[in-house]
């Protein structure tokens, strides 16, 4: 049986980003991407070493050469090789000191987590606080595809409620943001992309259906702004055209579903994870 009185362990991940005031210079991907040219001399061969697409692996080429005054990424055509690719001295030293400091805040990771959060709920918490975002509905929980074709991923995302949320991405946001069946992830819902109902609404495919407690409600002339409790106690908000015959028949307290289609779903990957043993 555990010991239920043994504080929780945390083992946390995290990751380096270079900016300079508006400007993204270096991202983990990128990093990845450079490291890889350096190794395997080619675009297509670091695209497959760090599972990328060959498409966005040019892209980010791009990206990366139009950030310094000279390229930083020399791709060569022709030879008996058919061409490469290779980091300038610029680029190799900024590979360097990335991956030096990357050393440090492995390091700095390992001292934090001997801190005690208290629980895996603190860390999920957490997790939301790091995240800025105009939409006003975040969860945290653990993601699974259950369907894809050549253009999209169906996925199912628990996050403590009754059932999990479904959600639709392109393929080529699941591999940018690098997501794993059984991973963590985050799931974001605009207010305004969630329909509000008195009754229980008609299942159908790729809608989700939620059930709460009305906390709370506010019109205006033309809006209508909901608090509700869900199952999980956490408070979702709800931003619906103000229909007066609706919005006098709320009351706090009253049970209310709402409505949004999967494809309203924004996913999104924290770079702050945690395991609890």
Request: hydrophobic fraction near 40%; proline fraction near 5%.
């Amino acid at each position: 049986m555990p010991d239920s009185s043994r504080s929780p362990s945390i083992e946390l991940a995290g990751a380096i980003w270079f900016h300079s005031g508006a400007t993204n210079w270096g991202n983990p991907r990128r990093m990845a991407l450079l490291a890889a040219i350096q190794e395997h001399g080619s675009i297509a061969a670091a695209a497959r070493a760090i599972n990328l697409s060959y498409k966005a692996a040019w892209d980010a080429v791009n990206t990366i050469n139009g950030l310094a005054a000279e390229p930083l990424i020399i791709c060569t055509t022709g030879g008996t090789r058919g061409g490469g690719a290779h980091l300038s001295d610029k680029a190799l030293e900024i590979l360097t000191l990335y991956q030096q400091m990357e050393q440090l805040h492995d390091h700095f990771l390992e001292q934090l987590a001997q801190l005690q959060p208290g629980s895996a709920k603190n860390l999920g918490l957490l997790q939301k606080m790091l995240v800025s975002t105009s939409a006003r509905n975040s969860f945290v929980g653990t993601i699974r595809r259950t369907g894809h074709d050549a253009l999209l991923n169906v996925l199912e995302l628990e996050v403590g409620l009754d059932q999990p949320l479904q959600a639709v991405i392109t393929q080529d946001s699941w591999h940018s943001l690098g997501l794993q069946d059984q991973g963590a992830a985050l799931a974001f819902i605009k207010a305004s992309a969630i329909t509000p109902h008195l009754h229980p609404p008609q299942p159908r495919k790729l809608l989700n259906i939620l059930h709460g407690v009305l906390q709370s409600y506010r019109c205006s002339a033309d809006y209508l702004h909901i608090s509700l409790e869900l199952s999980n106690q956490d408070l979702l908000t709800v931003i619906a055209p103000h229909e007066p015959d609706r919005s006098g028949q709320l009351a706090a307290g009253q049970p209310l579903w709402v409505s949004f289609p999967a494809t309203n779903v924004l996913i999104g990957r924290s770079e702050l994870t945690g395991n609890f043993s």
